[in-house]
């Protein structure tokens, strides 16, 4: 049972008794129901119970009567009922100021209603509302259902959640950051007793009771869902609605290309950039967006990163969301006020260009990745775009990292973070038939390629390194492990067999373009 005094003395025939004192207490919550037959009851009453009585035991002894009151009080009982016309023709008045001294109702009972008549009215009222509850409850369970199994949601999650189950709501991110709030509570109010726990757990909410409930996946927390001025005794059907809720939250949060815990300004940017990234609008509107929400992007010199990992389905996701927080944590990183965004190519990042340079760029996000200890086989890798000054090349830098990442995928050997511009010259050089490239590898290397298999294996590793270190003789010896004067003598061979100048400019193009075409070769 659960019902306030208030809402029981509606409910006939309990509705013929009057409320004679203690009118302040009538919100207290009736549970149960017990008939006085002995006389030490009080030391038997529960919290909640309603006792019922004719006063017999309490008719001759006033004092007692008093006590009994200040016991029942104690222990928190909802109400005593006193039933006329046996023992008692009318309730004495000091008892009836003892009850108004405690705010505690006293009620007076009708005579010709027995007990059982009283508690039965009770019951069937309580059997009713139960049972209205309960198929409230299946209905709002049915909608989180079709909520949840809708393709795509033409409402937003939080308002949805919070208008299926019938109740304000809160989301707090693990920064303690409130990302969505409809209660009637600030920020601050909201934020009592922050860092929490977590599990589920009934909490102060202002001056009212509050639920709250971690938003797992797995064994990691993403945040928080707090539901406000609930019922302080909350059912177990009330309960597990509210859990359900919260798992369908934590669900999309994770499933969805959506970054719910971005601040509004960041999400609608979010959602504006992939409208313009599909052709929805242009980029110039993108800029105008970004200038209105406040986002500093794309009003300076500013460069577009892709990310992903060779893990698939529910998996990917879930690790490019990590990437996505390692990013936004990293300390060299953190304070670019850059934007990441989900997509079905992966983690799309905006960061402003100049600082820090593109070599420390890549390492340090290579370094972020190292952090993450992913899963072996799902390491991921980062195509890094050339500089853009305007708004306008926006859609050209998605077009680089989306054509260095499919070919760092064909290739090995890119590294995990890839600028364009290391492979703009392949990705042009990969258009000439594969005929063509051994044709000029061969008429390049004839000079060397007649030499025993051994000796030609030595030069050509020699000239790529040699390359390799734009024709710094000491670094090629350092890498190939060999005296500055064998490299030295090496190269001077390899000018006269090639017959080349390695002082031109034209010529080392020419011998770099054939470790290009046999390297792109060997790929075949």
Not at 369 to 379: N, P, S, V
Request: proline share 4%; with cysteine; hydrophobic share 40%.
């Amino acid at each position: 049972m659960h019902l306030t005094v208030e809402e029981a003395l509606s409910i006939y025939p309990l509705s013929e008794a009057r409320l004679i004192a203690g009118s302040k207490g009538k919100h207290r919550i009736v549970k149960s129901i017990n008939v006085m037959d002995a006389p030490d009851i009080s030391d038997w009453i529960k919290e909640g119970e309603m006792l019922l009585t004719t006063a017999y035991l309490i008719k001759d002894n006033l004092e007692g009567a008093s006590d009994l009151l200040r016991k029942l009080d104690r222990r928190g009982s909802a109400a005593l009922g006193i039933k006329l016309g046996r023992f008692w023709d009318a309730v004495p008045e000091q008892l009836v100021a003892e009850a108004e001294t405690l705010n505690f109702p006293l009620i007076e009972l009708p005579f010709e209603f027995t007990f059982s008549d009283q508690m039965n009215g009770l019951f069937r009222a309580e059997l009713t509302r139960s049972t209205s509850m309960l198929q409230s409850m299946l209905e709002k369970q049915r909608k989180l259902m079709r909520f949840a199994l809708r393709s795509g949601h033409s409402r937003p999650l939080f308002e949805a959640v919070s208008e299926v189950i019938g109740c304000k709501l809160a989301v707090i991110s693990t920064r303690g950051d409130v990302i969505y709030n409809n209660t009637e509570y600030s920020g601050g109010e909201l934020l009592e007793g922050w860092p929490w726990q977590n599990r589920n757990q009934r909490v102060r909410c202002g001056n009212k009771t509050g639920y709250r409930i971690p938003l797992l996946q797995g064994e990691k927390c993403s945040g928080y869902l707090l539901y406000s001025s609930i019922d302080p005794m909350l059912l177990p059907v009330e309960e597990s609605l509210f859990v359900q809720g919260a798992e369908l939250i934590s669900y999309h949060i994770h499933a969805g290309f959506e970054d719910y815990f971005e601040h509004a300004g960041q999400r609608e940017f979010s959602s504006l950039l992939r409208r313009c990234l599909s052709g929805g609008i242009t980029c110039g509107e993108l800029a105008q967006a970004a200038q209105r929400l406040e986002i500093p992007l794309l009003r300076s010199p500013f460069l577009v990163m892709l990310t992903d990992t060779a893990a698939s389905g529910e998996a990917r996701q879930a690790e490019l969301l990590r990437i996505k927080e390692e990013l936004l944590e990293a300390p060299e990183l953190g304070g670019l006020q850059a934007v990441h965004i989900l997509m079905e190519e992966g983690l799309l990042s905006l960061y402003p260009a100049g600082t820090p340079g593109p070599e420390r760029f890549g390492d340090i996000v290579g370094r972020c990745f190292e952090r993450l200890q992913l899963d072996k086989g799902c390491y991921p890798r980062a195509a890094v775009s050339g500089v853009k000054a305007r708004a306008e090349g926006l859609k050209e830098a998605f077009g680089e990292v989306k054509e260095c990442m499919a070919l760092t995928r064909r290739r090995k050997g890119c590294g995990q973070v890839v600028h364009y511009r290391q492979l703009e010259l392949h990705l042009m050089l990969e258009q000439i038939p594969p005929e063509t490239m051994e044709k000029y590898c061969n008429g390049m290397l004839r000079g060397l390629l007649s030499r025993e298999p051994e000796y030609v294996r030595e030069m050509l590793h020699t000239l790529e390194v040699y390359l390799q270190n734009d024709g710094h003789v000491n670094e090629t010896a350092k890498k190939l492990f060999i005296h500055r004067n064998t490299a030295t003598y090496r190269i001077e061979k390899l000018s006269e067999l090639l017959e080349v100048d390695f002082k031109k400019i034209d010529d080392l193009m020419r011998l770099k373009l054939v470790f290009i075409f046999r390297g792109m070769l060997e790929r075949e």
